[in-house]
């Protein structure tokens, strides 16, 4: 083969042909064609994401070709619906953190998600987690932590960590930073616990992003406090489960809707846009599921990239 395609990194539903040159291939064979198939031509055609071995049979040589099939990526436009970067670009930097941020902006994605933990000293920091052990490799929580001995600490994991070796985890002005620089709406989860200072502190923040802001939260006490604060500020309400008390609340307080996929149906969207509500879905992996929340006529979409 080509000294240039020894490697080869491919979008799923892609294909690409290999050849030798000046060789004659007696035959062309994959290691896994549930990953990646070849035909008799050396035409490769990559099926889902993965890892595997395209070979080619020059004679009594056998030459080899490392295929890595890679996620399709969702389309950006999606009409009147917002897509929204869950936890940033997290299937290529490591997720909730800067760089992952910025991949996602800088693929066109107009709202990004990020997580809002409280530090012991009352700084607001980004992490799904309440521990750094998967992150950092640090068992300790962060709300037992002050932000100096977090800032302590690099990010030692999540996909192409490789590529950043001095990552920190970021406090929330930095990400809005990223959010201003590239116009995207900060969708901002607030995680539990949070105390009342800190919740005032997270909406005196957020009051200096560019885009208005949409904060989101599986507790409603966090979000009836939030608020008090503002009329206006667009809340969401997160459950893994519909209910008639879900809705009830969410009219109560003005709360629009965040329902996990396996809770979102077109007869809970019908309902909640009764209501005068908006309602979002969480999680997409791929364009078919978006479409298929498209057309359930769903308001926002949280999809993993």
Excluded at 144 to 152: A, G, M, V
């Amino acid at each position: 083969m080509k000294k240039d395609a020894s490697s080869k990194s491919v979008e799923e539903g892609k294909s690409f042909s290999l050849k030798v040159s000046g060789k004659t291939v007696s035959k062309w064979s994959s290691s896994d064609t549930g990953i990646a198939s070849v035909t008799s031509s050396g035409k490769v055609t990559s099926k889902k994401p993965g890892k595997c071995t395209i070979y080619a049979y020059v004679g009594n040589s056998r030459l080899s070709c490392t295929v890595t099939v890679t996620k399709k990526k969702a389309t950006v436009s999606s009409g009147s619906t917002q897509l929204i970067a869950h936890r940033g670009a997290y299937y290529q930097a490591p997720e909730n953190t800067i760089p992952s941020f910025q991949l996602a902006a800088r693929q066109g994605y107009k709202a990004i998600e990020c997580d809002v933990r409280e530090t012991k000293d009352g700084a607001l920091v980004i992490s799904h987690d309440a521990s750094l052990l998967r992150s950092c490799g640090i068992d300790a929580l962060i709300s037992n932590l002050t932000l100096k001995q977090i800032r302590q600490y690099r990010i030692i994991s999540g996909n192409g960590i490789g590529k950043y070796p001095n990552l920190k985890i970021p406090t929330l002005e930095e990400y809005l930073k990223v959010c201003n620089q590239y116009k995207c709406t900060p969708v901002i989860e607030i995680k539990s616990p949070m105390s009342e200072k800190g919740i005032k502190k997270l909406y005196n923040t957020i009051s200096g992003s560019v885009k208005s802001p949409v904060v989101i939260s599986f507790s409603t006490k966090i979000l009836v406090s939030l608020r008090k604060y503002s009329s206006r500020l667009s809340l969401q309400k997160i459950s893994k489960t519909w209910s008639q008390s879900l809705l009830d609340t969410c009219k109560k307080y003005k709360f629009d809707v965040s329902l996990q996929d396996t809770a979102f149906t077109a007869q809970n969207v019908k309902s909640v846009h009764n209501a005068k509500l908006k309602i979002g879905v969480w999680v997409a992996e791929n364009q078919s599921q978006i479409l298929k929340y498209k057309k359930m006529g769903a308001d926002y979409i949280t999809v993993n990239i």
